[in-house]
T-cell receptor, first 116, second 116 residues
Framework: AQSVTQLGSHVSVSEGALVLLRCNYS??????LFWYVQYPNQGLQLLLK??????LVKGINGFEAEFKKSETSFHLTKPSAHMSDAAEYFCAVSDVVTGGGNKLTFGTGTQLKVEL | DAGVTQSPTHLIKTRGQQVTLRCSPKSGHDTVSWYQQALGQGPQFIFQYYEEEERQRGNFPDRFSGHQFPNYSSELNVNALLLGDSALYLC???FGYGNSGANVLTFGAGSRLTVL
């Protein structure tokens, strides 16, 4: 079974600083990888996805992630944090089931705090 | 364009009771998945419906059941509620049920269930 590990359940950065949220995956086949963001009392919103087209993936709100097969990593970055980035971030890997369909396996999440 | 809508948003039940949660997928989507998100955890896959049939199931007991209607909307039923069933239940929709793990899921805001 595929899985993802998110290192650091809580990350705190200053406004304007680099944001780096870590995700490592375990997969026996080339994976599809996703980053979702969850704001308080809301559902999950897709930030970006990797589907093997390009290793550097750009998403919404200035976020990007780089797929590194040698490190089995898919870390999320943003050059300059904004107060509105404070939220919980989830990395997920897609399990493709024979015969169709897919399900997402999520990491345990990283709560990002942005301080003035 | 309405996204995924879920009802109710909050509900409180007692142990042993039964609950039904409802989901309307995003316009144009035909596949519905349900996830359980316990406090402080990532979402966990419950099951997925396509063409009114349960196509995949996660590691959840038979107390969890579902249904998909001809208009693609879906229900999640949980019988004999336990304290541990307290969680945010997320519905996600997508289009198509091919072999592509790259299908993007659109999530609703969830139904928060508290079991006392």
């Amino acid at each position: 079974a595929q899985s993802v590990t998110q290192l650091g359940s809580h990350v705190s950065v200053s406004e304007g600083a680099l944001v780096l949220l870590r995700c490592n995956y375990s997969s026996s086949v080339p994976p599809y990888l996703f980053w979702y963001v969850q704001y308080p009392n809301q559902g999950l919103q897709l930030l970006l996805k990797y589907t093997s087209a390009a290793t550097l993936v750009k998403g919404i709100n200035g976020f990007e992630a780089e797929f590194k097969k040698s490190e089995t990593s898919f870390h999320l970055t943003k050059p300059s944090a904004h107060m509105s980035d404070a939220a919980e971030y989830f990395c997920a890997v897609s399990d493709v089931v024979t015969g169709g369909g897919n399900k997402l396996t999520f990491g345990t999440g990283t709560q990002l705090k942005v301080e003035l | 364009d309405a996204g995924v809508t879920q009802s109710p948003t909050h509900l409180i039940k007692t142990r042993g009771q039964q609950v039904t949660l409802r989901c309307s997928p995003k316009s144009g989507h035909d596949t519905v998945s349900w996830y359980q998100q316990a406090l402080g955890q990532g979402p966990q896959f419950i099951f997925q419906y396509y063409e009114e049939e349960e196509r995949q199931r996660g590691n959840f007991p038979d107390r969890f059941s579902g249904h998909q209607f001809p208009n693609y909307s879906s229900e999640l039923n949980v019988n004999a509620l336990l304290l541990g069933d307290s969680a945010l239940y997320l519905c996600a929709s997508s289009f198509g049920y091919g072999n592509s793990g790259a299908n993007v899921l659109t999530f609703g805001a969830g139904s928060r269930l508290t079991v006392l």
